[in-house]
């Protein structure tokens, strides 16, 4: 069959729509491990899994035969199709409208893309423009700006591409098309020039302004953001929206972003070029700036795509503009939030400074700040605290409305586990400390969320309500405890590998209690070491330290992996000195590991108990009952023994 070609719309469209898991899984058996799929590669045979499927790069990678691609490949190689055979049998599937090229349009659509190159190229001379007039004695006060109030040195004016448009009318009009020879229509589609109101001719749009080149992720520039020197409104203008620039699609910095957010698996977005910019100059470089509106689902979609476990934390300004603007975001992206789709959190920073006040005004201002980022707080602890802060809930009324507020709140989170974790995170906020009303706030809680959805279920027998006395749980938030498991992780594997006498120590203790490394890059290390012990036990047994090397060389098999791990091979001075205290650092990690094990029975409790009815059902309601109460005394057993050490571990902690 003769395929006409397609239109690169309808390319797109399918590039969009098709689900990388979906496809591949029509063909081979794929199971949940993390935030990724594996399964047995379908290109060669093998009998343990290293096919992997990554649904948020929207890839797969072959780990035995180095296969990899996107959708469209996979279903290119497994069906030896060509690239417009797949399109178009996706198309079909997803009920896509074909549209294909006649020869004509194929001319138009050869046209627009010379267009386009044309408007990158006038964008790129008119940034060099203004680069070249901030040296020049009319941006003088420009530059002065830059380096004295925002702190810029040369290095990163160059490397923002900053510069400066002129207090005259038409200096840049005359530059590209007179001197250049640019026509005039392509520099005003470039959104650069105006046509006068009055009478012929054009005017520059920017005009004594310093000029920040918005770029593209490849980093050609596709837009500017002009600030007024003076007291001139708007203090920022920004391009129009044209052929090259969309401010709901784009995010600035991103070109010089991308590789530190998939390095470090978070992404951070600020309010302004200015933040963006003093947080790249200090060395922070996983960060962006949304374009002064509020962060649309696209921008996000488009950060997604470098994070593998999905997490973005929102720095925007604290006041009251900030806090609207963060609410405004959240807004936006809610619906992927309360899916689990993105683990988004919120920063704000002390005295309601913004990124660039802060970094100036903070002595280890950036060490400082990314101390807050690892404690940022997840966004629905943000927006109920928003909730709670001012409000006295001794008032029944205050307290009724918080409630009311909470549950709406509570109400769209579609992951059951994360409804029980909030219930529960909730329940402890507004019981204030009289941890005897807790449970009848979980239980009030799930009432009005069950009336939400519109199916009552029975009232619970009230006299049996009062034995639930349970102590309150440890203070700490999610993202804390997922720092310091971390770091409890990685002490405990740091130990392993560079103190041989402590194995044993630590592989009984993990036995003892059945404890396992919750974080990927950890379990997968605790594998291979397993795996090496096991075939290299003889050698191992005379020179117990070559286990680093024999891991290392297992680099070349599982690149990707080891590269998240390396970091543990390494022990410098300070960290070998700190290693003198072994056997009190590897009680105090193993009890961070078991903190995970006993709040996920807790949670599971609270969900069986909630679900039970007392009149029916008293005895296996108050067996659940017990395991709440078992697992929060353990709970705080546990958080006495992090408590007195904890500081050993941030000690040891990678920094
Ligand atoms: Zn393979």
Redesign the pocket.
């Known amino acids: 069959m003769q395929i006409p070609r397609l239109h690169p719309d309808t390319i797109a469209q399918v590039k969009e729509r098709v689900d990388i898991v979906d496809v591949v899984s029509e063909q081979v058996v794929l199971r949940k491990r993390g935030k990724e799929y594996v399964g047995l590669?379908?290109?060669?045979g093998?009998k343990t899994p290293?096919?992997t499927v990554s649904p948020n790069k929207q890839m797969y990678y072959?780990?035995?035969?180095?296969?990899g691609g996107t959708a469209i490949k996979f279903l290119m190689e497994a069906g030896k199709q060509s690239f417009s055979e797949v399109v178009l049998d996706l198309a079909r599937r997803y009920q896509i409208r074909v549209k294909t090229l006649e020869p004509e349009q194929r001319q138009e659509l050869q046209r627009q893309l010379s267009l386009q190159e044309q408007l990158y190229e006038i964008l790129a001379l008119a940034a060099s423009f203004y680069q070249h007039a901030l040296r020049q004695p009319q941006g003088q006060q420009a530059l002065e700006y830059l380096q004295s109030q925002r702190h810029l040195g040369e290095e990163t004016l160059q490397q923002f591409q900053l510069g400066y448009a002129p207090a005259t009318w038409e200096t840049l009009y005359r530059y590209l098309v007179e001197q250049k020879g640019k026509p005039v229509q392509l520099v005003k589609d470039a959104g650069l020039i105006l046509p006068r109101k009055s009478g012929d001719g054009y005017y520059d749009r920017f005009r004594d302004r310093i000029m920040i080149p918005i770029h593209d992720r490849q980093g050609r520039v596709i837009g500017f953001g002009g600030r007024a020197l003076g007291d001139e409104l708007p203090k920022y203008l920004n391009s129009p929206e044209t052929p090259l620039f969309n401010k709901g699609k784009t995010l600035y910095a991103l070109d010089k972003a991308y590789n530190a957010i998939a390095d470090q698996d978070q992404a951070v977005v600020v309010e302004g070029y200015f933040d963006a910019i003093a947080l790249h100059r200090v060395g922070i470089h996983n960060v962006v700036a949304s374009l002064g509106t509020a962060l649309s689902l696209e921008q996000m979609r488009l950060l997604l795509r470098y994070t593998e476990s999905n997490q973005i934390i929102l720095n925007f300004d604290a006041d009251k503009a900030g806090t609207t603007a963060t609410e405004r975001a959240i807004g936006e992206i809610a619906d992927l939030a309360y899916k689990g789709q993105v683990q988004l959190r919120i920063l704000n920073l002390p005295d309601g400074k913004d990124a660039d006040e802060f970094l100036t005004h903070t002595p280890d201002g950036a060490e400082q700040y990314q101390q807050l980022l690892q404690n940022a707080p997840l966004w629905l602890h943000w927006q109920i605290d928003q909730l709670i802060i001012g409000k006295d809930l001794k008032q029944a009324p205050q307290f009724k409305q918080v409630a009311q507020k909470i549950v709406k709140l509570l109400y769209k989170l579609e992951d059951v586990n994360q409804q029980t974790y909030y219930i529960d995170y909730c329940a402890e906020k507004l019981s204030q400390g009289q941890t005897n009303l807790i449970p009848r706030l979980i239980q009030n809680f799930q009432t009005q969320l069950n009336k939400l959805r519109q199916t009552p279920i029975k009232k619970d027998d009230k006299s049996n309500r009062k034995q639930h006395n349970l102590p309150v749980s440890i203070d700490l938030s999610l993202s804390q405890e997922h720092t310091l498991l971390q770091e409890a992780e990685a002490l405990l594997l740091r130990i392993y590998l560079h103190r041989p006498e402590y194995r044993q120590t630590i592989i009984d203790i993990l036995d003892a209690k059945d404890l396992l490394f919750s974080l990927s890059p950890h379990r997968f290390l605790w594998q291979q070491i397993l795996d090496v012990q096991s075939v290299a036990q003889s050698v191992l047994l005379q020179h117990p330290e070559k286990l680093i090397s024999l891991l290392q060389d297992r680099s070349i098999q599982f690149p990707e992996e080891m590269v998240l791990v390396e970091h543990l091979f390494h022990l410098n001075e300070k960290r070998s000195q700190d290693l003198t205290r072994t056997p009190l650092a590897i009680r105090t990690a193993a009890a961070c590991l078991e903190v995970v094990t006993w709040n996920k029975h807790k949670r599971y409790c609270i969900e069986q108990w909630q679900k039970l009815n007392f009149a029916t059902d008293p005895k296996r309601k108050e067996y659940y009952s017990q395991g709440i109460r078992e697992a929060y005394k353990r709970l705080q057993e546990l958080q006495k023994i992090r408590q007195t050490n904890i500081l050993d571990i941030h000690k040891f902690a990678p920094i």
Not at 41 to 44: D, G, I, L
């Open positions: 590669c379908p290109f060669h093998e290293s096919f072959c780990f035995g035969c180095g296969t």
